[in-house]
T-cell receptor
Framework: DAGVTQSPTHLIKTRGQQVTLRCSPK?????VSWYQQALGQGPQFIFQ???????QRGNFPDRFSGHQFPNYSSELNVNALLLGDSALYLC????????????????FGPGTRLTVL | GIQVEQSPPDLILQEGANSTLRCNFS?????LQWFHQNPWGQLINLFY???GTKQNGRLSATTVATERYSLLYISSSQTTDSGVYFC?????????FGTGTSLTVIP
């Protein structure tokens, strides 16, 4: 049973560029959430996708956008990169309707480390 | 949003010692999870515990939702327990993480 996977593992971009990060959820999960984790801090919620729609959004500018595909995989896009966007980007999947115990448990992928120069 | 405070921020233990990590949150929540982040950044799910008590080996957790706190107990600590422990809460599909407790277990 594959867990949550993310690609790429590392990425280096320059200011002003655009980046796309990818996430495949754990088997059986239909909900994907994205987080940004700066060095030394806790993850910050960016948004959540369910049924191919953005269901909830944290306090992030419109430069951060996403997409969910019919197979439940998801992309995070960041436009006009700033130095401050350098962080570990984490994807979590959840909501297995067949899990009687704790169906909303979030499982995290290994993350994509983005460096903006 | 919901404020999540974790204490202590840093903890150094001798191998074999016990510890208690605390998570306070500012409002009612639907869900609460505890995670361990290893040195490579991977967040490992420890407990899904919006209320009550659960145990898994040397770890146990208790959430008292009415008083808005949760506790994570680590017994007989091992060097592999080192890392950062996060508490995360959810309400209305919005998720909030604490700032974490950094645990170092020395042999």
């Amino acid at each position: 049973d594959a867990g949550v996977t993310q690609s790429p593992t590392h990425l280096i971009k320059t200011r002003g560029q655009q980046v796309t990060l990818r996430c495949s959820p754990k088997s059986g999960h239909d909900t994907v959430s994205w987080y940004q984790q700066a060095l030394g801090q806790g993850p910050q919620f960016i948004f959540q996708y369910y049924e191919e729609e953005e269901r909830q959004r944290g306090n992030f500018p419109d430069r951060f956008s996403g997409h969910q595909f019919p197979n439940y995989s998801s992309e995070l896009n960041v436009n006009a990169l700033l130095l401050g966007d350098s962080a570990l980007y984490l994807c979590a999947s959840s909501r297995d309707p067949l899990a009687r115990d704790s169906p909303d448990t979030q499982y995290f992928g290994p993350g994509t480390r983005l460096t903006v120069l | 949003g919901i404020q999540v405070e974790q204490s202590p921020p840093d903890l150094i233990l001798q191998e074999g010692a016990n510890s208690t990590l605390r998570c306070n949150f500012s409002d009612s929540v639907n869900n609460l999870q505890w995670f361990h982040q290893n040195p490579w950044g991977q967040l490992i799910n420890l407990f899904y515990i919006p209320s009550g008590t659960k145990q898994n080996g040397r770890l146990s957790a208790t959430t008292v939702a009415t008083e808005r706190y949760s506790l994570l107990y680590i017994s007989s600590s091992q060097t592999t327990d080192s890392g950062v422990y996060f508490c995360a809460v959810e309400r209305s599909n919005q998720f909030y993480f604490g700032t974490g407790t950094s645990l170092t277990v020395i042999p």
